[in-house]
């Protein structure tokens, strides 16, 4: 009993649907698996600048408090010249001086 031409048909159509579904389904899967990885590219890049931005931070910090104390010691210890010794900071301590404006140690 052979089967009929409709019958093979029918069997051949619902092949060509069945690979032309799988067709679409791996152009949608290679679709979203680029999308995943722009993703994570973007996700990569903003980690890396948030590290930069927080290390850049972190310096401007540091050195904001290294600054003022170290103001404060120079104008606390006297200022040396070459050739002249300046008077201690104590004693400098006037409106417009930076000794006035850095924190006492």
């Not at 995943?36 to 930069?52: G, H, M, V, Y």
């Not at 103001?71 to 001086?97: D, I, M």
Request: charge should be positive; include cysteine.
């Amino acid at each position: 009993m052979a089967p009929s031409i409709k019958r093979i048909r029918r069997i051949q159509e619902r092949l060509r649907q069945i690979q032309f579904a799988d067709q679409e389904q791996l152009l949608l899967l290679k679709k979203r698996q680029r999308e995943d990885e722009k993703q994570a590219a973007l996700l990569r890049q903003r980690q890396e600048e948030t590290a930069k931005l927080e290390a850049a931070e972190s310096s401007l910090k540091n050195l904001g408090s290294q600054f003022p104390r170290t103001a404060a010691q120079s104008c606390n210890e006297g200022l040396r010249t070459e050739s002249t010794e300046l008077k201690s900071a104590h004693s400098v301590r006037g409106k417009n001086s930076i000794c006035r404006l850095a924190p006492k140690l």
